[in-house]
């Protein structure tokens, strides 16, 4: 079984929809959690972080983060073309471990 | 400052060939990581480099690869005789050490390397 296991998609969704992403992992010890957005082409860049266990909510993005669960999602509201791309997990302990990144969501908006 | 920058962008070599990747990191942070990413998967860990020290290497990185960070500024990435299997986005990325958790890695755009 992998660290971190993330649904590859691809997801296609009509404009102005919820869109839901989702990561399960098995490290009890990770404590930072991340979501990345990869254009084709381009390296991923950071969307949102979340320490520990919670919500935290960033304009049209909300993550959230169950530690009971091991289980962490990204939501996109009222979804728009440009975000179609790949959605990243990622995740780190509180110590020097490097990111440990889940496979990736393909999302595709359509207009 | 532009940000991570990689270059080339793309490389195509022959089998049995030595490519060399080079990452130019956001000029304070400390540290420096090369992750290798290949379709449909996410970047997988390769190598990290605090300052000038290497500190940690993945099983992945066999002994074809070498990384070096001299100056504990740029880093390059060497591959020696190349496989088709090498063939990959690589990708380098950089943070402080310190609060990591919070701002994650600044990643560059990635050398995508065809082995043919």
């Known amino acids: 079984q992998k660290e971190v296991e993330q649904d590859p998609g691809p997801l296609s969704v009509p404009e102005g929809a919820i869109v839901s992403l989702n990561c399960t992992y098995s490290n009890s010890a990770f404590q930072y959690f991340m979501w990345y957005r990869q254009y084709s082409r381009k390296g991923p860049e950071l969307l949102m972080y979340?320490?520990?266990?919670g919500n935290k909510e960033d304009g049209r993005f909300t993550a959230q983060v169950d530690k009971s669960s091991k289980y962490i999602s990204l939501f996109i509201r009222d979804s728009q073309p440009s975000d179609s791309a790949t959605y990243l997990c990622a995740m780190m302990d509180a110590g020097n471990t490097p990111l440990v990144f889940g496979k990736g969501t393909r999302l595709s908006v359509i207009a | 400052d532009t940000g991570v920058s990689q270059n080339p962008r793309h490389k195509i070599t022959k089998r049995g060939q030595n490519v060399t990747f080079r990452c130019d990191p956001i000029s304070e942070h400390n540290r420096l990581y090369w992750y290798r990413q290949t379709l449909g998967q996410g970047p997988e860990f390769l190598t990290y480099?605090?300052?000038?020290?290497?500190?940690?290497k993945s099983r992945l990185l066999s002994d074809r690869f070498s990384a070096e960070r001299p100056k504990g500024s740029f880093s390059t990435l060497e591959i020696q005789r190349t496989e088709q299997g090498d063939s990959a986005m690589y990708l380098c990325?950089?943070?402080?050490?310190?609060?990591?958790?919070?701002?994650?890695?600044?990643f560059g755009s990635g050398t995508r390397l065809t082995v043919v």
């Open positions: 979340t320490y520990s266990s």
């Open positions: 480099f605090q300052n000038e020290a290497q500190l940690e």
């Open positions: 990325a950089s943070s402080l050490a310190a609060g990591q958790g919070k701002t994650g890695y600044t």
